[in-house]
């Protein structure tokens, strides 16, 4: 059975070196063969699922060796797969959102004319992402995570013809260097000390290693999964990346790679529980963001971008949970996963209306679209109901655990933690809801296009209704299937580990606490854009909505502080090279001409002159002699 | 005191070593100080015969003749023959032009004269044992033993130096000639083309009140000709001129004749000849 | 009188002649202050031979004066082609070395 594991990352590989390399010839049917390779690769996480589950949970681990990398002495570094139940999630969310969007992707870039590329960056996605999964050492989830990073690159510079595509590409490029380099440095340090970094001997050797250390490994983790995950302070990249094809925002950027850096905390466990510090940090990190994408998610006009940072709030909860150590992994993967249903719909529906109006993304320019495209809404009402956590539908179940786990923290931290998510929960419910009422509900507010065409709005053909419809059943009923009875805690404990926490709040009141703010939330979102006329250009807005339009100014704390941070201190080593570099090699020069020209003098060309010199060596000479006789 | 006695050498020659001592160190002196090359090679022949009266003195007879007879006698005159060549009257000038040079070098100059005492007076010399053994076969039969058995391959090396010098001295001063010498009459032909000076070049003193070689003959006007002096005179620069001389003369002559026949005007007329003449 | 007299003597002339070698300009003169100290040397070696008793400090010398008859021959050789071809027989006047 485990050597059909390969074959999970083999089938969308194939498919992005055959559409990539392939040529015009494919143009007319690239994009079934890369759906097709997707669809494979997923029949086969479905074949290797349903294996795993006939086999105790002790027994449920697979791997599959292909061959040695780097077969150095002291350097060993294996090409080789691991599927446990924490990958096989994993396998079956990408592979299995990755085949709908593919499916999505063939309406919805039918008019692109590079669609066959598009297609073969989206099975390369799919197999760095797999391989980033499946990967049994640090090594090879590095290659699949610079992979994914390359992807991500490429398709939200997909149409590279606009410069803000490219220059989002290039910003999130940049941005993930950063976290790569905390994930290359993170990998050394494993190596130098634990003298190899396969997932098994690591995480065995943690118990024996010093704290600091671990600390140090861990928040070089943190940092990876910050650049890849974007967490504050390495977030400012994902809101540019909504210049990339919806699809493309759906898949990457809200169900999958952004949750590589949970799957690597997740993983990693057994070294941040070794360092209580880093795993404060990753707490404090995952609060601040939680708090920081909701509040921009309140205030962009723009539907993707309100989606971005809602994501990015939600990737929060997800990293505050992995931060609370064994009482919040098996949440956060099972928000991770919930999320990725219904964020993934969330996008496609966005995508859906984008689709009917000219591909407007001014929430503002839209309004009333409930009639006009009765699929989308309802699919895009579920993901809403799910993502704000209505009980009964798959964000109550996760997200409502991840509270009561942050209050089980225990301590300050633990009523500090537990507000913050509250506080959150409140917020995502206002903001969905301004997305929700903008879109669907109040008067039509369309604008005609640039070319003065007006919009007519309609529903989307049906390989793009159909993933939606997909993705809406899973908003609704992953939680619940997930939750109820803590089938998906039985499935992942053996990875992960757990431990219940003593919340000093009950369930109860938690759940209680949290449908309270919900419905706080929504009426706050109701009286301000439910009742009265949404004007179509954006007030002026307070302060905070201003600066929430502005990303909560990150590009401009970036800007103040790495451009002009960088250009100061480009300019000072510049001063430096110039006075003490430049200084101490002129100098040199300086002081050896100098001499030269002093000594020069004696090199006169008269040879008296230089009989002179003999003659002095040799009194010299000879006054060295008796004095060495006489002593 | 016995040791000392072996020591000291006869009051004769010490009375010799102080008086011809001196005049040696005054000829080596003068040797460095004269202007003209001739005076210093006559001073230094004077300080080496005061040496080769030493050697003899000293017990070393072959050299003390070999000293008059070669360095004295050869090298000497060689040194005296070169001076001859490249200009025997030609004084140089003492002063010094590079700067420091002279302060240095009497520097070193002392501080060697002070290390060698030093050096001397340091040394153990207590043996002195007279050369009355080493000279009891006669002191040339005793140099030739050593000179055919112990030094006998320095002495045949040396033999080949002496070749070798007077071959390399040849090689220096042969001066090969890259053209073939010009006729009589190429040289001819070539002055009629320059048009100068196509008689023979005018013999010195022709007109002049002297009749030797360094002084050049005088024009009608009373000017020197230096093409009147030879041509490796020339370039050494050793013309003697009596030109003014001769024109003050000639002036005072010619004033003593005006006024003697009370002819105000010949001197105007006669300096109008002279100028038509000149051309 | 103590025969290291003899050396003395040769010690100072071999001082004047250096110091000469050093100040002249004209190529004869220096030439022949370099046999002065040659000289000087010599005087120093039958010094010593009379000293030691034995004549190999005259033999130096008898070598020393057949190299210097050598040296003599070839330098005066140098110095004639150099007047030939400068006019000049100053040391300073061939420097072509000079800056």
């Known amino acids: ?631 | 005191m016995t040791q000392l006695a072996a020591y000291t050498t006869s009051t004769g020659e010490a009375f010799q070593f102080w008086i011809l001592g001196t005049v040696a160190v005054i000829g080596a002196l003068c040797t460095i100080l004269m202007k003209k090359a001739v005076h210093s090679a006559l001073c230094l022949a004077g300080t080496m015969i005061i040496l080769a009266v030493f050697y003899l003195a000293n017990g070393a007879y072959f050299l003390g003749v070999v000293q008059i007879v070669v360095y004295t006698g050869a090298i000497m005159m060689l040194f005296l023959f070169v001076v001859m060549l490249v200009g025997v009257t030609a004084a140089d000038s003492l002063k010094e032009t590079i700067k420091g040079q002279r302060w240095l070098a009497l520097l070193c100059g002392l501080g060697f004269a002070v290390l060698l005492f030093a050096g001397i007076g340091n040394a153990s010399v207590k043996e002195f044992n007279g050369l009355g053994k080493a000279n009891a076969g006669g002191n040339v039969e005793g140099l030739a033993e050593l000179i055919f058995t112990k030094y006998v391959f320095a002495f045949e090396i040396t033999g080949a130096l002496l070749i070798t010098a007077t071959v390399g001295a040849m090689v220096l001063t042969h001066r090969e000639r890259t053209e073939r010498a010009k006729t009589q009459r190429e040289r001819s032909e070539e002055r009629v083309r320059e048009g100068k000076h196509l008689p023979p070049l005018p013999a010195p003193g022709v007109y002049a009140r002297h009749n030797a070689v360094d002084i050049a003959g005088l024009l009608p006007d009373g000017t020197p000709s230096e093409l009147t002096v030879n041509k490796t005179l020339r370039e050494r620069g050793q013309i003697r001129d009596v030109s003014s001389e001769a024109l003050d003369d000639l002036r005072a002559l010619e004033q003593r004749s005006t006024d003697r026949l009370e002819r105000p005007d010949l001197r105007a007329t006669d300096s109008g000849r002279t100028e038509e003449a000149s051309k | ?99």
């Open chain 1, 1 to 631: 059975m485990e050597n059909l594991i390969a074959l999970l990352v083999a089938a969308p590989l194939l498919g992005a070196a055959v559409l990539l390399c392939g040529g015009r010839a494919l143009d007319r049917a690239g994009h079934w063969l890369g759906t097709l390779l997707a669809a494979a690769s997923f029949v086969v996480a479905v074949v290797l699922f349903a294996d795993m589950l006939g086999k105790g949970a002790e027994e449920r681990t697979l791997s599959q060796h292909l061959f040695s990398w780097l077969p150095v002495e002291g350097f060993q570094a294996d090409v080789a797969f691991q599927l446990d139940q924490l990958s096989m999630t994993f396998v079956l969310l990408i592979s299995g959102v990755g085949t709908l969007i593919h499916v999505y992707s063939i309406g919805y870039m039918e008019h692109d004319e590079r669609r066959r590329r598009f297609f073969g960056y989206l099975n390369l996605f799919l197999a760095a992402m797999l391989l980033l999964v499946l990967a049994d050492n640090y090594l090879l989830l590095y290659v699949g995570w610079e992979g994914v990073g390359l992807a991500s690159y490429l398709l939200i510079g997909f149409w590279q013809h606009k410069p803000s595509a490219a220059t989002a590409a290039k910003k999130a490029f940049l941005v993930n260097r950063v976290g790569d380099m905390g994930l290359s440095i993170a990998i050394m340090l494993m190596f130098t000390t634990f003298g190899t970094f396969a997932f098994g001997p690591v995480l065995e050797a943690t118990g024996e290693t010093s704290e600091g250390k671990l600390t140090a490994i861990g928040l070089m983790l943190l940092l990876a999964a910050c650049g890849k995950s974007a967490q504050v302070p390495l977030q400012s990249w994902l809101g540019d990346a909504m210049e990339g094809p919806t699809p493309v925002s759906a898949l990457i950027h809200a169900a999958t790679m952004v949750t590589a850096g949970v799957y690597l905390i997740v993983r990693s466990g057994a070294i941040f529980n070794g360092a209580p510090e880093a795993q404060l940090v990753v707490t404090i990190v995952g609060a601040v963001t939680l708090l920081f994408g909701a509040i921009v998610g309140c205030a962009k006009d723009d539907i993707k971008k309100a989606l971005a940072g809602s994501t990015m709030s939600q990737i929060g909860y997800m990293i505050l949970a992995a931060g609370l150590g064994p009482i919040g992994y098996v949440f956060a993967i099972m928000h991770l996963v919930t999320h990725g249903f219904f964020k993934a719909g969330l996008f496609l529906g966005a995508g859906s209306v984008m689709h009917g109006m000219n591909d407007e993304v001014d929430m503002r320019k839209y309004g009333g679209l409930r009639k006009y495209m009765p699929v989308t809404f309802v699919t895009f009402g579920l993901g809403y109901l799910a993502i704000i956590g209505f009980p009964g539908l798959s964000g109550f179940f996760s997200k409502d655990k991840i509270i009561e786990a942050a209050f089980a923290k225990g301590g300050t931290e633990g009523w500090i933690l537990g507000s913050v998510a509250l506080l959150g929960a409140a917020i995502t419910a206002y903001y969905m809801t301004r997305v929700m009422l903008l879109t669907f509900f109040g008067e039509k507010r369309w604008q005609p296009d640039a070319e003065g065409h007006a919009p007519h709005p309609h529903e989307s053909p049906k390989t793009m209704t159909i993933p939606m419809i997909v993705l809406a059943f899973g908003s609704v009923f992953a939680g619940g299937f997930f939750g109820i009875g803590d089938r998906f805690l039985h499935w992942l404990e053996p990875v992960t580990g757990h431990k219940h926490g003593h919340s000093p709040l009950s369930a109860a009141t938690v759940t209680g606490a949290t449908v309270g703010v919900l419905l706080i939330g929504v009426a706050l979102a109701y009286l301000q854009y439910g009742r009265g006329p949404v004007p179509v250009t954006a007030p002026r807005g307070s302060l905070l909505t201003r600066a929430a339009r502005r990303d909560l100014l990150q590009d401009d704390f970036n800007h103040v502080v790495l451009v002009r941070g960088g250009e100061h201190l480009t300019r000072s080593l510049v001063y430096v090279d110039h006075t003490l570099v430049d200084g101490v090699v002129n100098g040199t020069a300086a002081t050896m001409g100098g001499l030269s020209g002093r000594l020069r003098k004696l090199q006169n060309g008269y040879a008296r002159s230089y009989a002179v010199s003999m003659f002095g060596g040799a009194a010299v000479l000879i006054a060295a002699t008796l004095l060495m006789r006489a002593v």
């Open chain 3, 1 to 99: 009188m103590n025969p290291v007299n003899y050396l003395y003597l040769a010690a100072l002339l071999f001082a004047i002649g250096a110091t000469g070698v050093l100040i002249r300009r004209n190529a004869i003169v220096v030439f022949m202050c370099i046999e002065l100290m040659l000289n000087a040397c010599n005087l120093a070696f039958v010094a010593f031979s009379r000293m030691h008793g034995n004549l190999d400090g005259q033999i130096i010398a008898f070598f020393t004066m057949v190299v210097a008859a050598a040296e003599v021959v070839v330098g005066l050789a140098i110095i004639v082609s150099l007047f030939r071809s400068r006019h000049s027989a100053s040391v300073d006047d061939a420097s072509l070395m000079k800056l």
